[in-house]
C-alpha cells in the first residue's frame, strides 16, 4: 500500500514538471514568452527589424534570445536589455512606450531602454524587485518617471540622456519613499528647477551615486546633502546652481571619490584643501567659464593631502588670485598614480612641470593648453611612460626644442599637440617610434629643416597631420612615405618644394588635403581623383600648372576647393559633378574661355571666386539657380556684354564684383532685388567652414558596481572652424575680408567696364551695403538724391564717368562714409557743405570737375552759383542737352548766314551805284 502511494505520488510530481516544463515552452514561462513578443512588435513598429532571435519558432527558449537573462532556478526573466534596439531610421518617428507590457516580469531586477528615440512612457507598473532602471539617451519629455517605477527595493535608478521635462520635478514625496536607493543618475536630461531643494533627497541616506549633470537646476544646494555620508559620486556639472561655493557640505563627505562641479554660477573662493582629508578621492573636475567669480586657490593654505588622485580637471579658473602664485598646484607634487591631469586657460607660468612626468608613470593624458608655461621642456631619456597616450601643450610659450628623444619616452603616444608653442629646431627623427600615433600637430612654430625619413617610414598610423606655418623645406613628405590611413594632411605656409607627394596615394579615405603657400610645382597628379571621400582641397600660392585633370570628376563630395595663385589653364572638365560644394577659389590662373556651366550642378555653392583670369563671354543665366550664392567675384576677366537681369534674383548676395571687364549696356534697376547682407533667406556659413576632426585616446568611466574609475578608449567626432577669406576692394584698397568680418562685409563693385546711361535711382535703395564702387565706365546723368538712403556706406567712388549736374546736398548725411569721390566727371554748381564727413574729404575727391565750386576746392562760386542740390538749374538730359546745343548753333549758324546775305547785297548796291 505505502509503495503504490509512493508511486502516485510520484506520477503527481512527474505532471506537475511536465506541465510545468509545458507551461515554461522549454524554458520561460508562456506569459512571459507572449510579453516578449509583444515587446518586439512595439519597438519594429513602422516596419523595425530589431530583436530578430525572438521568434516563436519551436517553441524555442525565450531565455536564451538576445537581452534575457533568466534566474537559474525559477527560469523567470531577472534582466531584459533593451538597449538601442529601435532601428535608427525610424528615429524621427515619435513613439511612446506602454510599460505595462512589463507586468508579466514580476521578478525583473534589471530594466535598460536606453537609446530608443522614446518620447513618452505610459501605463502602470509594479515593480518591486526592480534594481536597475536605464533610460539614457531618449527623448522622454512628458513622463513622471517616479510615479510609474516604483519600487521600495530600487538600488538603482538611471536616466541617463533622456531629455526628460515635466515641467518641474519628481514628487519629493516619491523620491523619499525610495529609502533603498543607492544609485539615481539623471544626467543630460532637460530638468528645470530646484529638485535638491525637496527634502526627499536628503532622506536617501543610502544613497551611493548622485548623477546631475548636463541638466538646468538651479539654485542653492541645500545643507541637509551632509545627511548623505556614504555618498562616492557627487556630479552637478553644466547646471545652473548658484550662491557661495559649498566648501563645507563637501568637506563633510568624506566618502566621496567623484567630483565633478563643471560650469555652474558658484562664487566665492574655493580652496582644495577642504580635500586634505578626502582619502578616497580620486576625481575632481571644475570649471568656471560660466562662473568667473569662482576664485580657486591651491597654496593658502598648503596641505599634503590623504588622496592619490587619478583624473585633475581645472579649466578656465581665476587660480591663487590671492596668493599671487600662478603656477602649478603645489599639492600636485604628492600625486603618483594621475591618469589624466587638465590645466587648461588659467594664466599659470613658469617652466614647465617635468616633474608631473616624472612622478606619475601611470600619466595617459596631460593637457596644459592655454597657459604661460615656458622651457625648458625636458624628458628623461632613460625612461618610457608607455601609458602615456594624449600629450597637448599647446598655446605656451615654451620656446625650446622638441627632445630628440620624445619618440623613445612615448613610444605609445596617440595623441601630440604642441602648436603655437614658439618651438625652435629641428622636426626630432624620432617621432617615427611612435608606431601608434595617431594625430600630430606642430603647427604655428619656427620648426625648420627637412622632415626626416624616419618618419615618413614609420608613422604609418598617422591619421591627422598638421605642421603649417613653419620654416620647414625639402619635400612635402620623405621619399619613401607611405601613409595609408591618413585623413587629413595640412602642410601649408611652409618653404616645402617639388610636387604635390605621392606619399599619400595609399591613403584612399582622405577628407583633407592643404598645401597652400609652398613652392610646389608641376601639374595636379591625377591620383588626386582617387580620393572619393575628399572634402577639402586647397593648393593655393604655389607655381603649379596645366590644366584640372578628368579625373576630379570622381570628387563628388568636394565641399571647398581653392586653386587660387598657381598657373593652371585651360577649362574646368565637363563631367565635373560637386553637388557639394560650397566655396570654390581659381581666382589668379589662366582659365580661359565661357564660365564653365558645370557649375551649375553646384547648387551650395556659397563663394565663387574667379578674379583675374581669362573667362571670356557673357555672364551665364544659369547662375539664378545658385540661390544660395553669397560671394561672387568675376573681376579682370574678358567678360562682355550686358550684366542679366537674371542677377537680381541673387537676393543672398552680400558681395558681387564684376569689375575690369568689358561689360556694356546699363545697370540693372533691379540690383536693389539683392539684399547684399541685409537678411538671408538661405541660411549659410559664410565666413568660417567645419573641418571634421577625430581624436582617440583613454577615457575614465565611474564603475556602477564598486565605484572606482575604470579606463577605457574612446573616438571622439568633433570639428574645427576655418576661417574662410576673399579679397575685395574697398576704400581704395584691396583688401581681405575673413571670417567674422567677412559676414559683415556687403559691396557692389562695377568699375573699369563700359557701362553707359544713368544711375537707377533705385541703386540709392541699397541701404545695407558698405561699398559701392561704379567708377572707370561711361555713365551720364545725375547723381540719384536716392544716395542719401545709404546709411551704412564707408566707401563710394563714381569718379571717371560723365555724370553731370549737382552733388546731392542730402550725401552729408552719410555719416559712415570715409571714402568718396566724384572725380572727373562733368559736374557743376557747389560742392556738399564741410560738415559731417564731408569736412573730412579733399580737393581730390572732386578734382576734373571744373565747373565745381567751393570749399575744399580753390575756385570759389560766384554769386550764380546754387549750393549743390538747393535751387539749383533744372538738370537737362544728355538728349535735351544736344537738342539745345542744336539750337544755338542754328540760330547762330543762321545769324552768320542772315548777316552775311545783308553785306553781300549792301556791297553789290553800292558798287552798282558807283558804276
Known amino acids: 500500500m505505502g509503495s503504490l502511494v509512493k508511486e502516485q505520488v510520484w506520477w503527481v510530481v512527474a505532471v506537475i514538471i511536465m506541465l510545468g516544463f509545458y507551461d515554461r515552452g522549454e524554458g520561460c514561462l508562456e506569459e512571459e514568452r507572449k510579453a516578449l513578443l509583444k515587446l518586439k512588435e512595439t519597438f519594429n513598429h513602422l516596419n523595425g527589424s530589431s530583436l530578430p532571435t525572438w521568434n516563436n519558432l519551436n517553441h524555442s527558449d525565450c531565455c536564451s534570445w538576445e537581452g534575457v537573462t533568466c534566474d537559474n532556478s525559477t527560469l523567470r526573466v531577472i534582466s531584459l536589455l533593451l538597449n538601442y534596439t529601435r532601428a535608427q531610421e525610424l528615429e524621427h518617428f515619435k513613439w511612446s512606450l506602454n510599460v505595462s507590457y512589463f507586468l508579466p ?3 525583473l531586477q534589471e530594466l535598460d531602454l536606453s537609446g530608443n528615440y522614446l518620447s513618452g512612457l505610459f501605463g502602470e507598473i509594479t515593480a518591486e524587485n526592480l534594481k536597475t532602471l536605464y533610460l539614457e539617451d531618449n527623448q522622454l519629455t512628458e513622463i513622471s518617471f517616479f510615479d510609474v517605477f516604483h519600487s521600495h527595493n530600487s538600488k538603482t535608478l538611471e536616466l541617463i540622456s533622456s531629455n526628460y521635462s515635466d515641467h518641474g520635478h519628481p514628487e519629493s514625496m516619491s523620491l523619499a ?57 557627487l556630479d552637478l556639472q553644466y547646471n545652473g546652481f548658484e550662491g557661495i561655493f559649498p566648501s563645507s557640505l563637501l568637506h563633510s563627505l568624506k566618502s566621496l571619490k567623484y567630483i565633478s562641479l563643471q560650469e555652474n554660477y558658484f562664487t566665492g573662493v574655493a580652496s582644495l584643501s577642504l580635500f586634505a582629508n578626502h582619502s578616497n578621492l580620486q576625481l575632481f573636475s571644475i570649471s568656471c567659464f560660466k562662473n568667473p567669480n569662482l576664485k580657486l586657490e591651491t597654496e593658502r593654505p598648503q596641505f599634503v593631502p590623504s588622496f592619490q588622485l587619478k583624473i585633475f580637471s581645472v579649466v578656465g579658473c581665476t587660480m591663487n588670485e590671492a596668493s599671487n602664485h600662478r603656477i602649478v598646484p603645489s599639492f600636485l607634487l604628492h600625486q603618483y598614480d594621475l591618469r589624466v591631469i587638465e590645466l587648461v586657460n588659467l594664466n599659470i607660468s613658469g617652466s614647465f612641470p617635468n616633474w608631473l612626468l616624472t612622478n606619475n608613470t601611470k600619466l595617459s593624458s596631460i593637457y596644459v593648453t592655454h597657459n604661460f608655461l615656458t622651457g625648458p621642456f625636458e ?64 603647427s604655428n612654430n619656427n620648426l625648420s629643416g627637412y622632415l626626416p625619413l624616419k618618419f615618413g617610414k614609420g608613422s604609418n598610423d598617422l591619421r591627422f597631420l598638421k605642421l603649417s606655418n613653419n620654416n620647414l623645406s625639402g619635400p612635402c613628405l620623405p621619399g619613401g612615405s607611405n601613409f595609408t590611413h591618413m585623413l587629413s594632411m595640412d602642410l601649408s605656409n611652409n618653404n616645402f618644394k617639388g610636387k604635390v607627394p605621392d606619399g599619400i596615394i595609399s591613403s584612399s579615405e582622405l577628407r583633407i588635403l592643404e598645401l597652400s603657400a609652398n613652392q610646389l610645382y608641376g601639374e595636379l597628379p591625377s591620383w588626386i581623383g582617387n580620393f572619393k ?11 603649379m600648372s596645366g590644366p584640372i585633370p578628368e579625373s576630379f ?10 586653386l587660387s595663385q598657381n598657373r593652371f589653364n585651360g577649362t574646368l572638365p565637363s563631367c565635373l559633378n560637386m553637388p557639394s560644394l560650397m566655396y570654390l577659389h581659381l581666382q589668379g590662373n589662366h582659365f580661359m574661355g565661357p564660365i564653365p556651366s558645370v557649375l551649375a550642378k553646384s547648387p551650395l555653392l556659397c563663394a565663387l571666386d574667379l578674379t583675374q583670369n581669362r573667362f571670356s ?25 550686358s550684366i542679366p537681369v537674371d542677377i537680381c534674383k541673387l537676393k543672398n548676395i552680400s558681395i558681387l564684383d564684376l569689375s575690369q571687364n568689358k561689360l556694356s549696356g546699363g545697370i540693372p534697376y533691379c540690383l536693389n532685388n539683392i539684399t547684399f547682407g541685409s537678411k538671408y533667406e538661405i541660411g549659410t556659413s559664410l565666413g568660417k567652414y567645419s573641418v571634421p576632426w577625430t581624436t582617440r585616446g583613454s577615457s575614465f568611466e565611474y564603475n556602477r558596481t564598486n565605484g572606482d574609475l575604470v579606463q577605457g578608449e574612446y573616438e571622439q567626432n568633433s570639428s574645427s572652424y576655418e576661417a574662410e577669406e576673399v579679397n575685395f576692394m574697398s576704400k581704395r584698397r584691396y583688401e581681405s575680408y575673413k571670417g567674422s568680418i567677412l ?61 553731370a549736374g549737382h552733388i546731392p546736398s542730402q550725401l552729408t548725411q552719410l555719416y559712415s562714409l570715409s571714402v568718396f569721390s566724384v572725380a572727373y566727371n562733368n559736374l557743376s554748381g557747389m560742392t556738399p557743405m564741410m ?30 552759383d546754387k549750393p549743390a542740390g538747393i535751387n539749383g538749374p533744372p538738370y537737362l538730359s544728355e538728349e535735351d542737352g544736344f537738342r539745345v546745343a542744336f539750337l544755338f548753333s542754328f540760330a547762330g549758324a543762321f545769324s552768320v548766314f542772315f548777316l552775311g546775305v545783308v553785306t553781300i547785297m549792301y556791297l553789290n548796291s553800292y558798287f552798282t551805284y558807283y558804276e
Open 105 to 107: 516580469f514580476h521578478q
Open 177 to 233: 519613499s525610495l529609502t533603498s536607493l543607492r544609485t539615481l543618475s539623471l544626467y543630460e536630461n532637460r530638468l528645470k528647477g530646484s529638485l535638491l531643494q525637496q527634502g526627499g533627497l536628503c532622506n536617501l541616506k543610502k544613497l551611493e551615486m548622485l548623477s546631475l549633470g548636463v541638466n538646468m537646476f538651479e539654485g542653492l544646494l541645500p545643507p541637509c546633502l551632509n545627511n548623505l555620508t556614504s555618498l562616492r559620486l
Open 379 to 442: 624628458l628623461n631619456s632613460t625612461s618610457q611612460l608607455l601609458n602615456m597616450q594624449n600629450f597637448d601643450a599647446s598655446s605656451n610659450p615654451i620656446s625650446d626644442e622638441i627632445p630628440p628623444h620624445i619618440g623613445q619616452v612615448f613610444p605609445n603616444l596617440l595623441s601630440l599637440n604642441m602648436s603655437s608653442s614658439s618651438l625652435q629646431g629641428g622636426f626630432p627623427s624620432s617621432l617615427g617610434d611612435m608606431r601608434q600615433l595617431n594625430s600630430l600637430d606642430l
Open 533 to 543: 571621400h575628399l572634402g577639402y582641397l586647397l593648393l593655393s600660392q604655389n607655381s
Open 553 to 562: 570628376c570622381n570628387l563628388a563630395e568636394l565641399k571647398y576647393l581653392d
Open 617 to 641: 563671354s557673357q555672364i551665364p543665366s544659369w547662375f539664378v539657380s545658385m540661390l544660395n550664392l553669397r560671394v561672387l567675384l568675376l573681376k579682370g576677366n574678358k567678360l562682355e556684354g
Open 743 to 803: 559676414r559683415l562685409m556687403s559691396g557692389l563693385d562695377l568699375s573699369e567696364n563700359q557701362l553707359t546711361g544713368e544711375i537707377p535711382p533705385q541703386i540709392g535703395y541699397l541701404d545695407t551695403i558698405h561699398t559701392l564702387n561704379l567708377s572707370n565706365n561711361h555713365l551720364t546723368g545725375p547723381i540719384p538724391e536716392t544716395f542719401s538712403n545709404l546709411k551704412q556706406i564707408e566707401s563710394l567712388d563714381l569718379s571717371y564717368n560723365k555724370l
Open 835 to 864: 560738415k559731417n564727413q564731408f569736412s573730412t574729404f579733399d580737393p581730390s575727391c572732386y578734382e576734373g570737375n571744373p565747373f565745381l565750386c567751393g570749399p575744399p576746392l580753390q575756385r570759389k562760386c560766384s554769386s550764380n
